[in-house]
Structure formats: C-alpha cells, structure tokens
C-alpha cells in the first residue's frame, strides 16, 4: 500500500498512539482497511489494550470502508490472551483480571462487554470482515477470527479453544459463530477438548473459506477483497443484512424480507 494512499494510520488517529501501544496497527487504503495485531514477539498476545483498540477502530471506521481485513505480523495470528493478565501483577500499565473484577463502579460483566465491543462490530452489515490467519489462532485468537464474515488460512494454521483447559468459557464472542459455523456437536468437541483444529479439518468443518500456502496468503486475501468490491455496495450492504437475518427467520418471514429489501433497491436503480 502506497504510503500517501494511506489515510489513517496508527501513528496518525486521533488516539494514534495509543492505538500503537495496544499493539494494534490500523491502515486504510480507499475502501479497504487493514487491522494488524503487530506483536510478533509476543505471538500478538492480546491485551485489555488491544480489545479497546479494537473497539476505537469499530467507533471510527470511516465511512467509505467496504472491506476489513484482519491479520497479524510473524509466524502466529494470535496465541491469545495475554498470559500476564492472569498474574496477580498483571500486564504493566494495565492491570490484571483480578484487578478488572474489583475495579470500582463497574461491574465485570461491563467490563467484559467493553472487551466484547472489540469483536462485535466487525459483523456489521456495511462491511465485510476476512481473517486471514496463518500459525496458531489460540483462544482469544480463534475467537478474533471466528468474529469475522470469512476466514481465509494459510496450511500451517491450527486453531485451539483453550479457555476451558484453563477453567474459563470462551467469552469474547466466538460461541455463536462457531456454533453456526460448525454445528453443535463438533463446536462441543473442539471446545471442550481444547484440541487443534488444522487446515485440513478447518477447511471440511467451515471454519475456513480457503487454505493456501503460507507463502500465497496475503495474496489470496488481496484477490477476495477485490471480489467483494466488484459488486454492487449497496446491494452487498443489503444481502449482508438479509444473509444475516435468514436464520433467526421464518421461510415465509425471509421472502417479506427479501420482498422489502428489494422493493428498495429497485427504487434506488430505477427510481
Ligand atoms: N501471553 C503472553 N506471552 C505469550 C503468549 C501469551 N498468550 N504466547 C506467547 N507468548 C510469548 C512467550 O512467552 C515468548 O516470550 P519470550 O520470548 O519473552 O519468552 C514469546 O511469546 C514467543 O513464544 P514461544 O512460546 O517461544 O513461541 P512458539 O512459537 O514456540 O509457540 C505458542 C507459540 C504455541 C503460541 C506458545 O507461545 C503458547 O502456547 N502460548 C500460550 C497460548 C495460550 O495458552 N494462550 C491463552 C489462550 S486462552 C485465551 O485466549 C482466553
């Protein structure tokens, strides 16, 4: 990406730099954004930080942004939390989840929604969100990919839900979509055996849109962002929506659906 065709950077927002202290780096080119979790030595472990910076981002998203690519720098998407929040002096400048559960004024579960907020908007309909996911997605890291529309992954990936070995639920929204993504049963075999999913078996389950070697990964990324900018905005806008909306409706509740979203487009085509 050209650097002058870079709009915002993490060094340049509003809250730039502490954007770059969460470990979070943010680039929009156009209609494309890019979000890289660019704490390669720590494995982009993630931090309190690095959900708040995700969370700003989500505020901020300018509004010609069409496309969300979500990755991370070196051989590991995202080994997951942090392992120092569980330590009772936590992550410095930070704090702990002990420290978070006695923090005045607000509750844990709020705290635990402000975390979540981090992950949640990247489903919004005006947006296609890709996780491009290549090492280990562990944890906080699995639910980060799974909090996107795709997931395209290079061969070396191996996804792990670990919270439940180390006596936790996976809370930074990732049961949903991997319920929906994989069914009930196979989500309670990888869940609650915490055992590795890899390539071969993320690409038969539905966990992943596209395995490629590691080498051809930012490629084949860069290739299905220009398929989904191929097509109409406002009509991908709208068939997200619809897409979205299909399994908590009715057949006959879906047509009216269709039926009022097209009623729409057609006026906006043909007045
Ligand atoms: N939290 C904090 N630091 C981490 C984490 C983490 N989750 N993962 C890796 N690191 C650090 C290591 O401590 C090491 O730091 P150091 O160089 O200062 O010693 C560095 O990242 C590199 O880690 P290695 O283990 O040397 O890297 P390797 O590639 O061999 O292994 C792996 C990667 C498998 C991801 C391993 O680091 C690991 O198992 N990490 C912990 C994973 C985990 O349990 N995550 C929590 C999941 S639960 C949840 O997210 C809610």
Do not use: Y
């Not at 470990?23 to 309190?48: H, S, W």
């Not at 799974?146 to 439940?164: G, H, N, Q």
């Not at 949903?176 to 049963?185: I, N």
């Not at 990324?221 to 299909?246: F, I, M, W």
């Amino acid at each position: 990406m050209a650097e002058a065709q870079a709009q915002q950077r993490g060094g340049n927002t509003d809250d730039g730099s502490a954007l770059t202290e969460s470990g979070v780096r943010f680039e929009v080119d156009g209609e494309i954004a890019t979000i890289t979790l660019a704490r390669p030595e720590k494995r982009n472990a993630q931090t309190f930080a690095t959900w708040s910076g995700l969370a700003r981002i989500g505020e901020s998203l300018p509004e010609q942004v069409r496309v969300v690519v979500v990755k991370g720098e070196g051989p590991s998407f995202s080994a997951g939390i942090d392992l120092r929040m569980f330590t009772p002096e936590g992550v410095p400048g930070q704090g702990s989840f002990s420290s978070a559960a006695k923090s005045g004024g607000t509750t844990f579960e709020q705290r635990i929604r402000s975390f979540q907020a981090g992950f949640l908007w990247l489903r919004r309909p005006e947006i296609v969100s890709i996780a491009a996911v290549q090492g280990h997605a562990i944890g906080a890291g699995f639910q980060l990919a799974l909090a996107c529309d795709l997931r395209i992954v290079a061969e070396d990936v191996s996804f792990c839900m670990k919270e439940p070995a180390l006596g936790l639920v996976p809370d930074l929204t990732g049961t949903k979509p991997l319920v929906e993504l994989v069914g009930l049963a196979k989500a309670i075999d990888i869940c609650l055996t915490a055992r590795t999913v890899h390539a071969d078996e993320a690409m038969r389950i539905g966990l992943a849109e596209l395995v490629v070697a590691g080498g051809d990964l930012e490629q084949a990324v860069h290739d299905k962002v220009a398929e989904l900018l191929s097509v109409n905005r406002d009509a991908a806008v709208a068939t997200k929506r619809l897409l979205q909306g299909a399994q908590a409706r009715t057949l006959e509740e879906q047509s009216v659906a269709e039926g009022i979203e097209q009623e729409a487009r057609i006026k906006a085509l043909f007045g």
